[in-house]
């Protein structure tokens, strides 16, 4: 039976533990926490994932929550346009050809984290330093890190400068977990303004049935207001100031929300860095990266986690039809390469959120409000964002399908 060890019980982490170990690999998780810890934790993401990656978790047998989550069925995008308008200058809503889902990671990596173990997978408890792998490596056949991003594996998988436009985080971020009596739509609110986006949607937490709302702040701008905020009652105070100001709409959601518990906060920046996935360890041994560790995306177009369910679908792949051959740097940079197929226009989709809008852009979500085919298509590239090159990355191809899209009406 082969031996796999894995650093990291994450997204990325737990979901390959999980499928290889209903093939029979005798698969060891490394993690950080316990399952009770992360459970009790602090907030660690705000983590919608689309169908592709629900799908995966059906299939595998690890999404426990359907009955109970309260589906993520539309987008209602509105972007601002005077700063003192109160009505958002464009408006539209789109339904999903199938559900979304937000369940909270700390519900869903201690429930997996139990069942792996339940299933006869060991865990162990420590904080993986570089140092350690060596060890790893010599003990297992294949040794995956997928440790979430952060600077601790920085040196062992560098930046590649080619797809990592960005050395800095290109916004404040700023979320909060609450409960509101506010009316609210089936699903995820979208505000894009000038200074930020700030992002709405419901979530299956440890406290039950709440939303998160998210700020996403351009660096140095009004919305880059976290500084010093360590206190739930303050963030709320700051976020329904900029709910006000920003997206007056949607006031009403902070103005009749309270949090859903004194720890339901999470502030950062968060640098998009994609990486070179193959590390070479002192004794010449190699190790793979695996999710955020491998490729960071700026949580602005909620790619991270269902890209990190993309990255294990990729490598468990890889993984069985390597049989019982040598797991060699062709077949690490071959997983990577599968998953890459797919993550790259992830990446390319993301980062082109950090950006101001170009004019096609702007042209394509003012016509989604007249043309429903156009919200339709672009609602679904957060669920597949490969249909995002060759259309929005090219303004003459972008126009024109306007045009056509506009005279199909
Ligand atoms: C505010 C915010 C909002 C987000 N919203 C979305 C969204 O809507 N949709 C979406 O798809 N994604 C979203 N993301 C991104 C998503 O949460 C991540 O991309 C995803 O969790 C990555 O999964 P992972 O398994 O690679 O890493 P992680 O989920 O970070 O898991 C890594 C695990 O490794 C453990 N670990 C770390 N270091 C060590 C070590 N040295 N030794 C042992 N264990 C270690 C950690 O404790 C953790 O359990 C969001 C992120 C943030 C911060």
Not at 169 to 181: C, D, L, N, S
Request: proline letters at 8%; charged letters at 20%.
């Amino acid at each position: 039976m082969r031996r796999i060890v894995i650093i990291g019980a994450g997204q990325a982490g737990l979901v390959l533990a999980l499928g290889l170990q209903k093939h029979g690999y005798d698969v060891t998780v490394v993690a950080e926490k316990t399952a009770d810890e992360v459970r009790q934790g602090r907030l660690i993401s705000n983590q919608c994932v689309f169908h592709p990656t629900l799908e995966r978790e059906r299939e595998l047998g690890i999404n426990f929550w359907d009955d109970e989550v309260q589906p993520v069925e539309e987008v209602a995008f509105n972007a601002a346009g005077t700063p003192d308008g109160t009505e958002p200058a464009i408006a539209w809503r789109q339904k999903f050809d199938h559900p979304a889902q937000s369940v909270d990671q700390r519900v869903k990596v201690s429930d997996w984290m139990t069942l792996f173990e339940a299933q006869g997978g060991e865990i162990r408890h420590h904080k993986v330093t570089p140092n350690d792998l060596d060890a790893y490596a010599a003990e297992f056949e294949l040794v995956i890190v997928a440790a979430g991003r952060g600077p601790q594996f920085d040196a062992l998988f560098p930046r590649n400068p080619e797809f990592s436009p960005y050395a800095e985080p290109q916004r404040a971020i700023g979320i909060a977990y609450i409960r509101t009596k506010h009316p609210m739509p089936p699903g995820l609110i979208f505000n894009l303004g000038p200074y930020g986006e700030n992002f709405v949607l419901p979530v299956l937490s440890v406290q039950g049935k709440v939303h998160g709302i998210g700020f996403f702040g351009v660096p140095g701008g009004p919305m880059d207001v976290w500084h010093g905020v360590t206190d739930i009652d303050h963030h709320l105070e700051i976020a329904t100031e900029l709910l006000r100001t920003h997206f007056p709409w949607d006031k009403g959601i902070l103005e009749e929300a309270e949090p859903a518990g004194p720890l339901e906060l999470l502030h950062g920046g968060i640098t998009p860095t994609v990486r070179n996935p193959v590390g070479r360890l002192p004794s010449g041994r190699l190790v793979l990266a695996m999710g955020d560790t491998a490729v960071t995306n700026d949580p602005v177009g909620g790619q991270g986690a269902n890209m990190a369910a993309r990255a294990a679908r990729s490598y468990q792949e890889a993984i069985l039809a390597q049989e019982d051959r040598y797991f060699d740097e062709k077949f690490m940079r071959e997983a990577f390469g599968k998953y890459w197929e797919v993550a790259q226009h992830a990446t390319a989709f993301n980062n082109a959120l950090l950006a101001p809008p170009p004019e096609h852009v702007l042209a394509t979500l003012d016509t989604a409000q007249r043309v429903p085919e156009v919200a339709h298509r672009f609602a679904h590239l957060f669920e597949n964002p490969v249909g995002y090159t060759g259309w929005l990355t090219d303004p003459e191809v972008s126009m024109r399908y306007l045009q056509e899209a506009t005279a199909r009406v």
